[in-house]
């Protein structure tokens, strides 16, 4: 009996390890589904980065403006936004977006159409009701009717500790694309 207990314990420890070392490879490869785009010359991407925030949290300021902006950066991670007009990368970048949505733990926030774009949010659940862990947002047909039948799609995507009631004036001030979508999100 207590071989078979011995089996059964060693199994489960076999199991749970591979499980821990599978969880970073599995982010990892999410967090990369994007990456491969930032070697397209149509496709304009921006990266910041956790020091870049960092740096940007250390920048003096007396303002209560300014001191809010430092209490919002201070606690971001990553901010990655990737743009193209090219239709055959839009269409790939749509196909990513599904397969990251379906890989991950994000819940809709918002989904808004109108004449100017097709725009989608998800969040991860964070520390509280008023933040979160990411903010993704992918954006279609931005600008078709003023292009004419030329489309711009955004993808953006900001990890950290993120306090959606603030979301929309720290789009602003960084000016992220899209951003003028996100003024009035809130979670509900």
Do not use: W
């Not at 910041?48 to 919002?72: I, N, P, Q, R």
């Not at 991670?77 to 990737?82: A, E, G, Q, S």
């Not at 954006?139 to 603030?166: A, F, R």
């Amino acid at each position: 009996m207590k071989t078979i207990q011995n089996k059964f314990t060693h199994t489960k420890t076999l199991l749970i390890l591979l499980f821990l070392a599978v969880i970073p490879l599995i982010n990892f490869a999410q967090s990369s589904i994007f990456e491969k785009y930032e070697d397209f010359d149509e496709v304009t991407n921006v990266v910041v980065s956790k020091h870049a925030f960092k740096l940007l949290s250390k920048v003096s300021s007396d303002t209560k403006e300014g001191k809010e902006y430092k209490e919002m950066v201070s606690n971001l991670d990553n901010l990655t936004v990737y743009t193209t007009e090219d239709k055959k990368i839009a269409m790939q970048m749509q196909a990513d977006v599904k397969k990251y949505l379906k890989n991950t733990k994000l819940s809709e926030l918002v989904r808004v159409k109108d004449k100017d774009a097709n725009v989608k949010i998800y969040v991860r659940e964070g520390s509280d009701e008023n933040h979160v862990s990411e903010f993704f947002m992918y954006i279609n047909n931005l600008n078709k009717s003023i292009k004419g039948n030329k489309s711009e799609v955004i993808i953006v995507s900001l990890t950290g500790n993120i306090n959606l009631n603030k979301i929309g004036e720290l789009a602003d001030k960084m000016n992220i694309p899209g951003g003028k979508h996100l003024q009035n999100v809130s979670k509900k």
